[in-house]
């Protein structure tokens, strides 16, 4: 999902950086007011787990593997979207600049697909889901699935706009290809709330957020 | 990943001209180098940039002192899943070309079009090079410097002191994911046993990362009360001194912005 510098013109690399770049001045923000800006060091050294959490593979089918992307997990536990923009943000740039994974010119479309739109989508079609069913299982398990097929699509839509995927290829493949990363994501999202919650129920707050 | 990391920061480590050279102007000349290429449109121009900016790299790394076995364990890393979706593209009609000739039937209705393999190596091109910088500049800066250049050169003191935060345990938890990766094995196990339960795997699997999210969050907790007994509070910010480029760091800053720059203007420009 890491859209690497070849795959997109200069413009569209701009525009999306300044979208992105949005989104990152507000999760700064929403750091300093929501979590009182004197703990911005936690959430950076969660940062660094999360990148960690992240090498952990599983396999999916068909000789492929799949891992956590860790941003629904990070939204649900520290009950905002933002923390997925911000962990995640940190984590592309890291990901971008040390080890070429993703571009340059194409990072602010790679935040925007996984932090911005992955923790969008995470957070709130869990607490969507959550209303509606009351089933943490379930509205996790959905939310993760979710957060990792939608910035999947967003991408190959993204692609196409390039001119270097066609679309209809490029939603079915990462479509089907993400539907089933997903499900890893998911059962590992479950699995990883449930045990948080039994060590640490101080820090997740599954309707308010983090209790630092 | 992260398995990855100590291997990066060992030759980061090393001494030569280009490991010596101040971050700023490494920082520089790798995204103009990434920028110049991204810019260069996608047509066959990208082959007469790609070799000007491929051959500067050449001198680069070749200055660098570093094995060029290390440059090719980099890239394989990277290259896989991209070079795949970069070689699918021969099937692939583009929005780069006005007309497609089949030069090849894979099977009815599958096709090898003569244009999108041209296209193909243009992406190929264009995905070397860019690469190519980054593990340039990561090979040869120690990610300590990488963020003292890039304070230095007007980074937000927040995000400093972040990505500061953030590179620091990066090494913390490489060395836990080590740890965890032994302990599994040596509990026998592997999430790509297929004679596991597939259940079970993933149990295992979502519990070591929930464990690990704990630990990385009680780090984070550590931390910040370390950081706050040492006085650290809401004005805090890292302190980078002032650092004056030397005269080899001005030259070589000349030469890489000035190569990047005439390659994507000449290359790129309408004739």
């Known amino acids: 999902m890491h859209i690497p510098d070849a795959f997109m013109p200069i413009p569209q690399g701009i525009f999306y950086w300044v979208v992105a770049l949005v989104f990152i001045s507000l999760s700064l923000r929403w750091v300093r007011q929501e979590m009182d800006e004197t703990k911005v060091p936690l959430v950076a050294v969660l940062a660094a787990g999360i990148f960690a959490i992240q090498a952990f593979n599983l396999p999916v089918t068909m000789g492929t593997s799949g891992h956590l992307v860790g941003g629904a997990l990070a939204a649900i536990v520290l009950g905002s979207p933002y923390a997925a923009v911000f962990i995640l943000s940190l984590v592309l740039i890291v990901q971008g600049v040390i080890f070429g994974d993703g571009g340059i010119t194409t990072m602010g479309a790679n935040i925007l697909n996984m932090g911005v739109i992955g923790g969008f989508v995470g957070f709130y079609s869990y607490k969507g889901l959550m209303a509606a069913t009351r089933n943490l299982n379930l509205s996790a398990f959905a939310a993760a699935w979710f957060a990792c097929l939608v910035p999947a699509l967003v991408t190959a839509v993204e692609m196409w706009i390039a001119g270097t995927f066609p679309l209809d290829l490029g939603l079915a493949g990462m479509g089907l290809y993400h539907a089933a990363i997903g499900v890893i994501e998911g059962g590992i999202t479950v699995v990883a709330l449930h045990l948080i919650a039994s060590v640490r129920p101080d820090i997740v707050n599954v309707t308010k957020g983090v209790t630092v | ?271």
């Not at chain 2, 480590?13 to 101040?22: A, C, E, K």
């Not at chain 2, 264009?126 to 007007?154: H, P």
């Not at chain 2, 032994?182 to 596991?196: E, G, K, N, Q, V």
Request: with cysteine.
């Open chain 2, 1 to 271: 990943m992260i398995e990855d990391l100590f291997f990066i920061e060992k030759h980061a480590y090393r001494q030569s001209p280009v490991h010596r050279l101040d971050a700023r102007v490494k920082i520089v000349a790798a995204f103009t180098a990434i920028i110049a290429i991204v810019v260069v449109p996608y047509s066959p121009v990208v082959y007469q940039a790609g070799v000007v900016l491929l051959l500067f790299f050449a001198v680069l790394w070749g200055l660098s002192g570093l094995s060029p076995r290390i440059y090719v364990h980099r890239m394989a890393l990277i290259l896989p899943l991209w070079g795949t979706i970069i070689l699918f593209q021969i099937f692939l009609k583009n929005p780069y070309s006005p007309e497609f000739h089949p030069v090849f039937t894979v099977l009815p209705g599958i096709y090898i079009y003569a244009e999108s393999v041209g296209f193909a190596l243009i992406l190929l091109t264009k995905f070397v090079v860019s690469v190519s910088f980054i593990l340039l500049l990561s090979s040869t800066t120690r990610m300590q410097d990488l963020l003292e250049g890039a304070s230095r050169m007007g980074l937000p003191p927040e995000f400093s002191l972040m990505l500061g935060m953030m590179v620091r345990y990066l090494f913390v938890f490489g060395y836990m994911f080590r740890k965890i990766q032994h302990s599994l094995a040596t509990r026998c196990f592997d999430p790509f046993d297929h004679r596991l339960p597939y259940r079970y795997r993933l149990r295992e699997i979502g519990y070591t990362i929930g464990t690990f999210f704990v630990r990385s969050y009680e780090q984070g907790e550590r931390t910040y009360t370390a950081m706050l007994c040492r006085g650290y509070g809401r004005h805090s910010h890292v302190f980078v001194a002032e650092k004056p480029l030397a005269r080899r760091d001005w030259a070589f800053l000349a030469v890489g912005l000035a190569i990047p720059i005439a390659a994507a203007a000449v290359f790129s420009l309408p004739r």
